[in-house]
């Protein structure tokens, strides 16, 4: 009962690198969620999907794509990487919109040299 | 803009004793959800209590339960019985209507220490 998974669980990158963060979930939920954690700052919501094939920005959108595979898979991209994109980075899902319970992913300690 | 505010950046309790995490939040909706998500030292989030504002009865959840004051937009979390495994940053959330869809608004958090 894997519930979401996130991969990779650490990563370290240089300025302008890119990478794509990868969400899955086997929960058969409709809506995912990816957010970031900074200390002092807590969890902002960078996208959303509600559903399979839609994807919405959420509060701080800037720098990052998202792709909503299938229902199972949500993916974060960072085209270009940079040191204020340092953080802890989490997957969520819910069964069929934010009113409904979220279930987290472990995270994604990304660092930006 | 919708807020919700945790005015407590960290609390502590004795083990054994009972502790109160506050909550205030904004919304201007008649309908909506709150939250409160527990994050212990390994990182994960966990769901605690989920409250439905057009239920009058406080939400409980075995040692967790919630003083929901909708008039004061009041939402806090009482933890009796406090025990080590408690330890963790405690976030409060609640729903905000953006358009055709809905998201969570999340408070900084509280960091709750139990101490033995």
């Known amino acids: 009962n894997a519930g979401v998974t996130q991969t990779p669980k650490f990563q370290v990158l240089k300025t302008g690198q890119s990478m794509t963060l990868q969400c899955a979930q086997d929960?058969?939920?409709?809506?995912m969620y990816w957010y970031r954690q900074d200390p002092g700052m807590g969890l902002r919501l960078i996208y959303y999907?509600?559903?399979?094939?839609?994807?919405d920005k959420g509060e701080v959108p800037n720098g990052y794509n998202v792709s909503r595979l299938n229902k199972r898979e949500f993916s974060l991209r960072l085209e270009s990487a940079a040191p204020s994109q340092t953080s802890v980075y989490f997957c969520a899902s819910s069964e069929v919109g934010a009113s409904d319970p979220q279930h987290f992913g472990d995270g994604t300690r990304l660092s930006i040299l | 803009a919708q807020t919700v505010t945790q005015s407590q950046p960290e609390m502590s309790v004795q083990e054994a004793e009972t502790v109160t995490l506050s909550c205030t939040y904004d919304t201007s909706e008649s309908d909506y959800y709150l939250f409160w998500y527990k994050q212990p030292p390994s990182r994960q989030m966990i769901l605690v209590i989920r409250?439905?504002?057009?239920k009058q009865q406080n939400a409980t959840e075995n040692r967790f339960s919630v003083n929901f004051q909708k008039a004061a937009k009041s939402f806090s979390l009482k933890i009796s019985d406090s025990q080590l495994g408690d330890a963790a940053m405690y976030f409060c959330?609640?729903?905000?209507?953006?358009?055709?869809?809905?998201?969570?608004?999340w408070g900084l958090g509280t960091s709750l220490a139990v101490n033995p």
């Open positions: 959330a609640s729903i905000h209507n953006a358009g055709n869809n809905r998201k969570l608004i």
């Open positions: 409250q439905e504002a057009y």
């Open positions: 999907s509600a559903s399979e094939g839609t994807t």
């Open positions: 929960m058969n939920h409709n809506s």
